[in-house]
């Protein structure tokens, strides 16, 4: 890597915002060798410093290390999820493996985890802040669940499984975003998409020209089973090629199919997990989260499942009387409108006109942050970002001190992957003196040039909720980069964005950006008052929809290595672990099936895609504390802030939650809130 590669050094510009106007394709990997090469010299000349041992030379030490490979891999993985390519994708699979070595270089040495275990067994002697402390904690338990501790011959194989997992997870992801676009739906006549709005017909229009299908409509596919286009669509054979399309994802006998791949990381998991000693991927995932273990997930998950698919057997006999009809997946969406109008006069078709996505974001999502924390936002239009259509803003404490930079890149391409999520560019750590730098992505279709972007409750739902983990980032008040924002344990990472979502209809939020983008009146009172009583209308179908792909994770995760390499159908495993929960209900789907579970075999959910529910049991319990304590305020903001959302993962995160609600969480929110009690 040579002085001109713009990873070499800190970014000069704003907010250490990378340098995307020089970054060039070749420039990736020439740093990502060089990132290595240099952290592991790093890393040696800790280890070879003479003398004790002591937190300053070794913890800090390693906070300071392996920067240019930290700055590459930023800025290359977000690319690669959001605007990839075939370069790219070679890049990323040459790659995979060299990175998960290099991991395994470090964390498997025997030296530096004893010079580690040295500290951390005489913790208590080193008169370390609390802040400290937690790190020096976190980086033993890394190195444990890691593998630190196991023999040569154990470790050996452990860095063979990590490198075929690695490979494996980047063929999952290229094969689903090549079979997903290749699963869109075209249309031949407009007629088809009676139902759907001059707006939508338009967008599928222009996805379709941008393929070279001009005259046709292009319904694309999106991450989870199913399309918001069902909602709609009053052509019952096209919602089924839909919906059949969807399902297909990942499985269709191809070159995309993804069955063998997911089988063959489900045998590799099991495996790794016995060199650990425990039984399963699943057990060894848990005992660092706030679970703890499988059983205790099982022991939620049992309480809510039977209730929710009795809810949602109840919701279907409805639809049925709509239908006049039995209901199939591809009706559900279609018909749930139709009685939603019926029962409480809803048509959220209607409110598209009221969600605008400009005035949802700086409207809503900026005008709650800035009257719960005091923030502001301005648009910085000459800070170039990785893609045209990603947008930066500069935010601002209340008394005008910089607090870091918020990229939004809402709208979805065939170069983005599915789904919505958020990641960091710079974190936040006062070791280094940064400021934080993240970014939001979503996959909002895009509107012809010159329309409105009209946003459907659940896209305004994913802005608010993925703009919650961007506060996480943006808020952290923390000294080292370890622990820095959403760094939390995996099953308390959601909790934060989901208690964002409760400002969605908060009156006063609701009123400044629920207003139509036309005539700029408010969304009128009755439907508020509408959408309020109907709140658990459908959690059936959306808690058994979830849940089924929360037990499919598990079951995968909790096989053991004998029962892993037995398993070669994963249709017919699927049937039997929803089966085996009671949650096989044809008409509710799982929200994912395995072979598009991105989540899980391309993501940092593996046995632990759980932790939305499991997160959303805090969530709740922390939407009834702002409600009793006046809602919108800053003083409620200013706690959040201080007791929980600025800590990052610098203290344990059940300790966090209870400093911020002065007790342990209670599940009655949550089943109150899903209509479960």
Do not use: C
Not at 82 to 110: C, G, Q, V, W, Y
Not at 266 to 271: C, G, I, S, T, Y
């Amino acid at each position: 890597m040579t002085n001109a590669n713009p990873f070499t050094q800190r970014s000069e510009l704003a907010f250490e915002l990378p340098p995307f106007a020089l970054i060039q394709e070749e420039h990736y990997l020439p740093a990502f060798y060089a990132g290595m090469q240099a952290q592991l010299a790093e890393v040696r000349e800790i280890l070879d410093t003479p003398g004790d041992a002591t937190f300053e030379n070794t913890i800090v030490a390693l906070e300071k290390s392996g920067k240019v490979l930290e700055r590459v891999s930023m800025v290359f993985f977000n690319r690669t999820s959001s605007d990839t390519n075939d370069a790219l994708e070679a890049m990323r699979a040459e790659i995979a493996p060299k990175l998960s070595a290099h991991h395994d270089a470090i964390m498997l040495n025997p030296k530096f985890f004893a010079r580690i275990k040295g500290l951390f067994d005489n913790r208590d002697s080193l008169n370390l802040t609390t802040e400290d402390s937690w790190l020096l904690e976190r980086y033993y338990k890394d190195l444990i669940q890691s593998g630190a501790h196991l023999s040569d011959e154990q470790r050996a194989r452990l860095t063979e499984l990590n490198g075929a997992l690695s490979k494996l997870s980047t063929t999952f992801s290229k094969n689903l975003l090549a079979d997903t676009n290749e699963l869109a739906v075209i249309v031949d006549s407009a007629d088809e998409l009676d139902g759907l709005t001059a707006n939508q017909i338009a967008s599928a229009a222009t996805a379709a020209a941008d393929r070279g299908l001009v005259g046709k409509w292009l319904l694309a596919q999106v991450n989870f089973t199913g399309n918001p286009l069902l909602d709609s669509l009053t052509n019952r054979s096209l919602r089924k090629r839909i919906m059949e399309s969807s399902l297909q994802k990942g499985n269709q006998n191809n070159s995309n199919d993804n069955k063998s791949v997911l089988l063959e990381m489900v045998k590799l998991r099991a495996e790794r997990a016995q060199l650990f000693g425990v039984n399963s991927h699943a057990e060894h995932i848990t005992a660092v989260e706030t679970a703890e273990n499988p059983a205790n997930v099982h022991a939620m998950l049992q309480k809510i499942a039977p209730a929710a698919v009795r809810n949602a057997t109840l919701e279907a006999a409805d639809l049925e009387k709509s239908a006049g009809t039995a209901i199939e997946s591809w009706d559900w969406g279609f018909y749930t409108e139709k009685v939603r109008l019926e029962k409480y006069s809803i048509d959220t078709a209607k409110m598209r006109p009221y969600f605008e996505l400009e005035r949802v974001l700086h409207d809503g999502v900026f005008f709650a942050a800035n009257k719960l924390f005091g923030i502001t936002f301005k648009e910085r239009p000459d800070l170039v970002t990785y893609h045209p259509e990603a947008r930066t803003f500069e935010v601002s404490n209340e008394d005008g001190t910089p607090l870091g930079l918020f990229i939004g890149d809402f709208f979805t391409r065939d170069s983005k992957r599915g789904g919505a999520w958020m990641n960091s560019l710079v974190k936040q750590n006062y070791l280094l003196s940064q400021l934080p730098v993240v970014v939001n992505n979503l996959n909002v279709p895009k509107p012809p040039a010159g329309q409105p972007a009209l946003l459907t409750l659940d896209f305004t739902t994913t802005l608010f909720h993925e703009f919650g983990h961007a506060l996480h980032g943006l808020l952290s008040q923390v000294k080292y980069p370890r622990v820095s924002g959403t760094a939390v344990q995996r099953d308390f990472v959601e909790f934060p964005s989901q208690v964002n979502e409760m400002w969605i209809m908060w009156p006063e939020v609701l009123n400044n950006y629920a207003r139509h983008y036309e005539t700029g009146e408010l969304m009128p009172q009755e439907w508020v008052d509408s959408l309020n009583a109907a709140s658990t209308f459908n959690e059936g179908f959306a808690t058994t929809s979830y849940l089924a792909a929360a037990v499919l994770d598990l079951a995968w995760h909790s096989l053991t290595s004998d029962q892993a390499t037995e398993i070669n159908d994963v249709e017919a495993f699927e049937a039997k672990a929803l089966a085996d929960y009671g949650l096989d209900f044809a008409p509710v789907p799982t929200r994912y099936r395995s072979t598009y579970f991105s989540h899980i075999f391309d993501g940092g959910y593996s046995a632990g895609y759980y932790g939305y529910i499991w997160s959303e049991v805090l969530d709740a319990d922390t939407v009834d504390w702002f409600k009793e304590n006046g809602g919108l305020l800053r003083k409620n903001g200013d706690h959040f802030r201080q007791t929980l959302l600025g800590r990052g993962g610098s203290i344990d995160s059940m300790q966090m939650f209870r400093n911020f609600r002065g007790r342990d969480s209670k599940i009655e929110p949550l089943l109150k809130r899903r209509g479960l009690l």
